[in-house]
Each structure stands twice: as structure tokens, then as C-alpha cells.
């Protein structure tokens, strides 16, 4: 795993915040305060969001899942669960994370990421359109 990720899990404890963001997430100025910036574009998808969800669930328990989530007036709307999503629930579910993706809207999912809790954001290179998460940390046990 990439060291500032590692630094920054190594340092963070129940409640933290961690954001997955794909490519269209506006990282710079939709952060936490306290929040360090992980760039991992590659190129054009790569990596992807689920990608960086499965390594990070190898390292942490993790409590909660939110996505950004569309609002009822959003043209996306109508389409209903953007397909990524039903990647992340099998993700989720294979690991044996308890947690059930929870949609945030939008503006109150920016609301939420910039929250004191919010540790780190890795900003991918995901293309998928609503792939963005934000994963609370749970209690470490032995």
C-alpha cells in the first residue's frame, strides 16, 4: 500500500473519516480541515475506487459506508443505483464488512467529508459516475 496512506491509517482511530474519491471529486477544495490528499492517478480509471475500497478493508474495520448520493431533482436520478454501487456492496460483502452502503446526498455528503473526523482522501482515477466514498473507522480489536 501506498506509505502516506499507511502513515495516515496507522495514525487514525474509531470515527475517523476516510474518503475514496473518484476522478471527478473536487479533492482541493472538498476536504477536512485536518485531511491529508492522496493522489493516485495513473491514467484515465485507474485506479479505481473498488480497488482502493478492497485494500483499504484488508487494513481497517470499518463501521460505515456512505456514497455520494443523488439528489431526487438530479437527471441522474431517474436511472436509479448507479451500477458502481452494486460493485461496492459485493466488495463490501466478500470481505465481511458489516456495514451497508448508505447513501449521503450530495451537498450534505460534502457536508460530511468536511467534518474534523476527516482524515484522508485518495482521489482515484475512477471514471464510474457516483463512486465516491466515505468509510468510518471502527474499533480495532485484537
Not at 471527478?24 to 473498488?50: D, F, H, M, W
Not at 456492496?89 to 467529508?113: H, M, Q, S
Request: aromatic content about 6%.
Amino acid at each position: 500500500m501506498h506509505p502516506d496512506i499507511l502513515s495516515v491509517i496507522g495514525r487514525c482511530g474509531h470515527h475517523a473519516k476516510i474518503l475514496i474519491a473518484d476522478g471527478n471529486y473536487p479533492a482541493s477544495s472538498k476536504i477536512g480541515p485536518r485531511a491529508e490528499l492522496v493522489c493516485l492517478q495513473l491514467s484515465p480509471g485507474i485506479p479505481t475506487v473498488a480497488q482502493v475500497l478492497e485494500a483499504i478493508l484488508d487494513a481497517l474495520p470499518i463501521d460505515f459506508v456512505n456514497t455520494m448520493g443523488i439528489d431526487p431533482t438530479d437527471p441522474y436520478a431517474s436511472a436509479g443505483d448507479p451500477p458502481v454501487w452494486a460493485e461496492f456492496r459485493t466488495i463490501l460483502a466478500g470481505a465481511g464488512c458489516k456495514a451497508n452502503l448508505e447513501p449521503i446526498i450530495k451537498w450534505e455528503f460534502y457536508d460530511a467529508v468536511a467534518s474534523d473526523d476527516h482524515v484522508l482522501t485518495i482521489q482515484t482515477a475512477d471514471q464510474a459516475l457516483w463512486a465516491n466514498l466515505l468509510l468510518t473507522v471502527g474499533v480495532r480489536t485484537p
